[in-house]
């Protein structure tokens, strides 16, 4: 698998995909940085940046990954290795090279910057470790649309609507129902509600971090409640790691089972 | 005629004052040790010049129109008994003091220097610490408290007082203060023509200023910055408020200002930076914004509801995270030519005044208001998208709540 693995980065490295993801996060931070240079408010514009275009991007390589080294693929099928190392490796190469670009990318300019001597130092520490989750849990999301779809477009397509609806339709879909249910108390709903979106759980994890959480009034001191004490922040560790685990498990279980 | 009386009647007083007035020495080696003993032995409109030392006295009632004036701040220790310093005499001055260890209690609000039923008080360069109530005003009229330092350390607001407290006093000037620490910073009750100048009001547990049920005050330059719950501004009338800054007040029940019940009141030239709410109002009329600038506050004002023929002109909102926020439909309220760093129109006559009109209600912000739970969409995709719908054909918010001519420039 290792081995699988280190080929699926070299080639990402040679097809130099990675290089432009690193180098635009990497301009991202510089310019960020430059534009308000305080490490603490480009945290929260970074915020914005990492919970839509991290999913996206992670969702978009991954299918686009998949289909394209599908002949390496039925190459390695045909070699005595097990399937589930194979389809693995892929896909630890690609989150991998992938989260190596987005925290070296944001790591070096705000490192640059005095981060070390910053108070955000957890913040931004925060803020990357969901980013890397977001681009586990999507590319995982990603393969496993791809390995389920001989069609491309139709691949394309539904990986692109998975995103939508993580990002933007489900947002919508909790937004009605607290409406319609405002005579109600609402604040486990949203807790869980949030719970089963990583892109929302990792929206609310980093907004609870910043000060900009005294706007979230009632419902923000029930959450800061929850999620700012250490079990919250682990169950919502858990939960991120269930995200990514679960796409991981059925990727190696449809792997086992297809017939290609 | 009556000014020309009143000028030879001061003029009078102050013959009579230095025909008369001795200067009565304290100090720890002196014949006359206690200040109580020196109030004592002074006649009307003597001097008692209180030497460097530490005077463990409490309850010091000077009944006697009497300067008191400390000589490298001289220390009187109240040791935790109760009020220190009682004034119920007119024309008394009390200057260079260091008053420390007040009483606390929870049926009378001891105070490091209290003013009763007095007129024409001077109290100045006082320093307060470990205080209950710091300098309280009560019925007395036509003085002045300036530049005094008042540094608390409460922690817990019912057993705390507050710094400056004015209870049905008039034509009082509060000037160059510093006041920290303690529950409410300067406190108004009943208090009318009262003038608020230069004044340093921060770190309180509550408010930084709060008053109620009092009229033509005027505040300018002062500093609120980080108090529990900003300033409190409630059931007053014609009230001014120019050149004050309001700072991080931030927390989830805190405000830069709170506006309650207060009408034709004139706002100018304040900034409000950094705070949670930068203005709430409610029940507020015919007030007049001018030339304010509310920056990176979480809401730059918030508007509750019976709010009419406000104005809002000149103002700069900058980086808000909401500009405005209503609550109703309704809309009487005028805003015009403010800048508004989240404008992004265009002028083409180059007039500075942009084409076309700025909306300061967000959608969000609407939603927000009807149903509270949903801020925490706060800053999701989501809620980008139908804010910019909103912003395009608006069908939820008050058509008329626009600012039909929003500057280009920010305003100096």
């Keep these: 698998m290792l081995k699988i693995l280190k080929y699926s980065f070299y080639d990402l490295m040679r097809s130099r995909w990675s290089y432009v993801y690193f180098l635009f996060y990497l301009a991202l931070g510089f310019v960020l940085l430059f534009l308000n240079n305080d490490v603490s408010k480009a945290v929260i514009t970074l915020m914005n940046v990492i919970i839509v275009l991290v999913p996206l991007i992670g969702t978009i390589f991954g299918v686009m990954y998949y289909y394209n080294s599908k002949e390496f693929t039925e190459l390695l099928l045909a070699q005595p290795i097990k399937r589930s190392s194979i389809f693995l490796g892929q896909y630890f190469g690609v989150a991998g090279s992938l989260t190596l670009s987005l925290v070296l990318g944001l790591g070096i300019p705000f490192v640059l910057y005095g981060l070390l001597k910053s108070d955000a130092i957890f913040d931004f520490t925060l803020l990357l470790v969901t980013g890397a989750f977001l681009t586990m849990i999507f590319t995982g999301l990603a393969f496993n649309i791809a390995l389920s779809n001989e069609n491309k477009i139709k691949g394309f397509g539904y990986a692109v609507l998975v995103w939508l609806f993580l990002a933007v339709v489900y947002d919508g879909l909790f937004l009605m129902s607290l409406i319609i249910f405002e005579e109600y108390p609402l604040d486990g709903f949203s807790l869980a509600a949030t719970m089963f979106n990583p892109i929302d759980l990792s929206r609310t994890l980093i907004l609870l971090k910043l000060d900009i959480s005294a706007l979230l009034g009632y419902t923000g001191a029930v959450f800061k409640q929850f999620f700012g004490t250490n079990s919250g922040l682990i169950i919502s560790i858990l939960m991120l790691s269930l995200w990514t685990v679960l796409p991981i498990w059925r990727l190696t279980f449809m792997a086992k089972r297809k017939d290609f | ?412």
Aim: charged fraction near 20%.
């Design chain 2, 1 to 412: 005629m009556t000014n020309l009386r009143g000028t030879l009647g001061a003029l009078f007083l102050f013959i009579t004052y230095f025909l008369s007035a001795n200067t009565i020495t304290v100090c720890a080696s002196c014949e006359v040790k206690t200040i109580k003993k020196g109030i004592l032995i002074a006649s009307d409109f003597d001097t008692l010049l209180i030497k460097e030392g530490t005077y463990k006295e409490f309850n010091i009632l000077v009944n006697k129109p009497l300067t008191l004036l400390g000589e490298n701040f001289p220390v009187i220790d109240g040791e935790e008994q109760g009020e220190i310093i009682r004034i119920a005499s007119d024309n008394v001055t009390i200057d260079g003091l260091f008053i420390i260890n007040v009483g606390t209690s929870y049926t009378s609000d001891y105070a490091a220097i209290r003013v009763v039923k007095s007129e024409n008080f001077l109290i100045q360069n006082v320093v307060l610490e470990k205080l209950f109530f710091g300098i309280y005003l009560e019925k007395s009229n036509n003085g002045k408290v300036y530049h005094n330092k008042i540094i608390g350390d409460a922690v817990d607001e019912y057993n705390s007082g507050n710094g400056i407290q004015l209870w049905y006093s008039k034509n009082v000037e509060v000037d160059r203060n510093i006041v920290q620490g303690v529950r409410d910073g300067i406190y108004l009750e009943f208090s009318d023509n009262i003038t608020i100048n230069n004044n340093q009001s921060t770190d309180n547990l509550r408010y930084g200023l709060h008053f109620m049920f009092s009229n033509d005050d005027v505040y300018t330059n002062n500093t609120f910055e980080n108090n529990g719950a900003g300033v409190a501004v409630m059931f007053s009338k014609r009230i001014k408020m120019h050149n004050n800054v309001f700072r991080k007040n931030w927390g989830t029940a805190a405000f830069g200002m709170l506006l309650k019940e207060i009408n034709d009141a004139e706002i100018s030239d304040n900034t409000f930076e950094e705070n949670t709410i930068g203005i709430n109002i409610e029940g507020s009329n015919r007030i007049v914004y001018k030339n304010n600038s509310f920056i990176k506050n979480g809401w730059a004002v918030k508007v509750l509801g019976a709010c009419y023929t406000n104005t809002f002109t000149n103002n700069n909102f900058l980086h808000n995270s909401f500009d405005i926020s209503y609550n109703s439909k309704m809309n009487d309220n005028v805003f015009d030519q403010n800048y508004w760093s989240d404008y992004t129109g265009y002028d083409l006559d180059k007039n500075g005044i942009g084409d076309v009109p700025y909306r300061p209600v967000k959608l969000f912000s609407y939603i927000v208001n009807r149903t509270p739970e949903t801020i925490v969409l706060l800053r999701s995709l989501f809620m980008d998208i139908i804010d910019f719908s909103e912003k395009v054909s608006p069908v939820f918010t008050p058509d008329n709540l626009l600012d039909a001519n929003p500057l280009m420039k920010r305003m100096k």
